[in-house]
């Protein structure tokens, strides 16, 4: 059974920095591209950050140099430190697991940025 579990999220002030969990089932973590999403209110879900087949990283524009995706293979874990939070952050993110064309999602943490 795929597992995928998100912590971390919570409410902070602009400027300021979240880091989200994502703890994986091991089967699914070792043989599937992991990645976060984001979905706004009112807005189609996107692509936040994620690992490629090759281990590079890919970034949406809007979060370029200010998130940072990693993993702990050993805890079957994936992360996405966020720095410089702003307002236009706010959404539910998602851990995603991309295998053999089926995407897997955990159910979401709420990150609010707001003063």
């Known amino acids: 059974q795929v597992q995928l579990v998100e912590s971390g999220g919570g409410l902070v002030q602009p400027g300021g920095s979240l880091r989200l969990s994502c703890a994986a089932s091991?089967?699914?973590?070792?043989?599937?591209?992991m990645g976060w999403y984001r979905q706004a209110p009112g807005k189609q879900r996107e692509l936040v950050a994620r690992f490629t087949s090759g281990g590079i990283t890919n970034y949406a524009n809007s979060v370029k140099g200010r998130f940072t995706i990693s993993r702990d293979n050993a805890k079957n874990a994936v992360y996405l430190q966020m720095n410089s939070l702003k307002p236009e952050d706010t959404a539910v993110y998602f851990c995603?697991?991309?295998?053999?064309?089926?995407?897997?999602w955990g159910q979401g943490t709420q990150v609010t940025v707001s003063s």
């Open positions: 091991g089967s699914i973590f070792s043989t599937s591209l």
């Open positions: 995603n697991a991309f295998r053999m064309g089926t995407m897997y």
